[in-house]
Structures are given as structure tokens and as C-alpha cells.
């Protein structure tokens, strides 16, 4: 049986954006108003609530960044799921390399995080890759391996559960595997996942691409077999830069 992955545009807004930056997604709604894809923002989490309020009626969501794995209680600084659905949000991005690399975030923290998430009904992206490395002492698949047993929660499904490969190396610094390394890592992905999960839920499961997705290579990266979008940093803060890869995944979805 076939399975139609819909495709998804996750960008990441990171510790980027105010009120002033609303307008952005204005933009992206009307320009993509009849998208065949779905279109995902992760604005700072001050912004949630303004953000929601923006795209609704349109087909973009709003995400968060990071979340707390317990439901309340004595985190100063922290947000928790339940937080984030009541702000608007209908997804939260867990386990980035940098939420990894600055507060030392283990899988098994990330694991929490994804689980809490999805028992609000909030959709999990979860972020894996390997640092530069780990790639060149040919470490790559192993460290995707063990991040996957280890961040990706048991309940997870097509619906609750998206991946987003980035390279730790390809994030902010303009550099991109070849569409060969970014394939095999895809590829990898989804037979890990039908091993854990079956052939069903494996191939319902978006996989995305980030790392340095700008428009001059994003439809190169969408017709690599297995990539269902991308989650985008830096090229996600304007409209002139995010519509492009947008489109980009819309002409790729056919
Ligand atoms: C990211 O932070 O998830 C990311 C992919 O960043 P950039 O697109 O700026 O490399």
C-alpha cells in the first residue's frame, strides 16, 4: 500500500524576530494560500500567541522550539506543552543541536520532551545528525542510529512524528552534503523506522532535510528520494527567502 507523505516546510526562527517581524507571515500566507504542502513556523516563544493569531484560516501552523517534559512545577525559564497548544502552537521542535550542544540535552531528555509532546497532541520534530567528526571518522550512521533508538518515542506515528536530519556541520554555515550523503542518511532513516515501527507507520513518518536550505538549493535537495521537506534556519526569517523553498517543495509535491 502507498502512503502520501504531505510534505512539510519547517522553518526555524531560533532566538530571532519580535512583533516588527509579524508581517513576514502575513506575507507567507497569502503567498501560499492554496498550498499543496504544509508550512510550519517555530517563532521565538513570546511570539506564539501574536504568531497564531496572524496565520489562522491560513494553511501555515505555528510551533514551538523547545519544551519541558513535565506538565508544571519549579523549571524557571521553561514552557511546557501545555503551554505551547494554549499559545496556538500545534508542533514543537525538540532536540536541535543546539538545544543538544548549549544545555546539554541527552536523547533520552529529548525522548521526555517528544513523549510530553505528543500526549498533548502536539506534533514532534525531532532533530538528529552527526557533528563533522563523527562524519569524518565515517561515524554517521551509527550516530543516527543510536539517536533514533534513543530520542524517538515508542508512541510515535505518521501524525505525531517528524524527523528533521541536520548535519551539525551544515547548520549556519552555508556548507550541504552532496544529495548522495543527504539520500543514504534518508534512506537509512526510513529502514530503521520500518524496523522499529513497521512498514506502515515508516513510511507515513515525514523526514526532513536542514541544514543551510536556501533557494538556490532547495529543489536539488527535495528530489532526493526519501526527503519530504526541510526544516530551514537562517533563509526562514524573510519572505523573499523562505517563498522561494517553499515553492520550491510545492512544485516538487507536483
Ligand atoms: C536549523 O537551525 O535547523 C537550520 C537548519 O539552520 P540553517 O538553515 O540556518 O542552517
Given amino acids: 500500500m502507498h502512503i502520501m507523505r504531505r510534505?512539510?516546510?519547517?522553518g526555524n526562527w531560533k532566538m530571532?524576530?519580535?512583533?516588527?517581524?509579524?508581517?513576514?507571515?502575513?506575507?507567507?500566507?497569502?503567498?501560499?494560500?492554496?498550498?499543496?504542502?504544509?508550512?510550519?513556523?517555530c517563532p521565538p516563544a513570546p511570539l506564539l500567541d501574536r504568531a497564531a493569531q496572524v496565520v489562522e484560516g491560513s494553511p501555515l501552523t505555528i510551533g514551538g522550539q523547545d519544551c519541558h517534559p513535565a506538565a508544571s512545577g519549579a523549571h524557571t525559564g521553561d514552557i511546557s506543552v501545555a503551554m505551547?497548544?494554549?499559545?496556538?502552537?500545534?508542533?514543537?521542535?525538540?532536540?536541535?543541536?543546539?538545544?543538544?550542544?548549549?544545555?546539554n540535552e541527552r536523547n533520552d531528555d529529548v525522548r521526555a520532551k517528544a513523549n510530553a509532546a505528543m500526549a498533548e497532541g502536539l506534533m514532534a520534530v525531532i532533530c538528529l545528525g552527526e557533528s563533522l567528526a563523527e562524519r569524518e571518522a565515517s561515524n554517521t550512521l551509527?550516530?543516527?542510529?543510536?539517536?533514533?533508538?534513543?530520542?524517538?518515542?515508542?508512541?510515535?506515528?505518521?501524525?505525531?512524528?517528524?524527523?528533521a536530519y541536520e548535519p551539525i556541520w551544515a547548520i549556519g554555515t552555508g556548507k550541504v552534503p552532496t544529495t548522495d550523503q543527504?539520500?543514504?542518511?534518508?534512506?537509512?532513516?526510513?529502514?530503521r523506522l520500518e524496523r522499529r515501527f513497521g512498514a506502515g507507520v515508516a513510511r507515513s513518518v515525514r523526514v526532513l532535510y536542514g541544514g543551510s536550505v536556501k533557494p538556490a538549493n532547495?529543489?536539488?535537495?527535495?528530489?532526493?528520494?526519501?526527503?519530504?521537506?526541510?526544516?530551514?534556519?537562517?533563509?526562514?526569517?524573510t519572505?523573499?527567502?523562505?517563498?522561494?523553498?517553499?515553492?520550491?517543495?510545492?512544485a516538487a509535491a507536483g
Avoid: Y
Wanted: without cysteine; aromatic residues 2%; glycine residues 10%.
Fill in 7 to 10: 510534505k512539510l516546510a519547517a
Fill in 16 to 41: 530571532n524576530g519580535t512583533h516588527a517581524d509579524l508581517g513576514t507571515l502575513r506575507t507567507l500566507a497569502e503567498t501560499h494560500d492554496t498550498s499543496p504542502v504544509d508550512i510550519l513556523i
Fill in 84 to 103: 505551547l497548544a494554549d499559545a496556538g502552537a500545534t508542533a514543537v521542535i525538540v532536540g536541535h543541536s543546539e538545544r543538544r550542544t548549549d544545555h
Fill in 142 to 163: 551509527d550516530i543516527i542510529a543510536g539517536q533514533m533508538s534513543g530520542s524517538i518515542p515508542d508512541l510515535s506515528t505518521g501524525e505525531n512524528l517528524v524527523i
Fill in 182 to 191: 543527504i539520500g543514504e542518511v534518508h534512506g537509512f532513516i526510513r529502514t
Fill in 218 to 237: 532547495a529543489a536539488e535537495i527535495f528530489a532526493v528520494p526519501h526527503v519530504d521537506g526541510a526544516l530551514v534556519g537562517g533563509a526562514s526569517l
Fill in 239 to 250: 519572505a523573499e527567502d523562505f517563498s522561494p523553498i517553499i515553492a520550491a517543495l510545492e
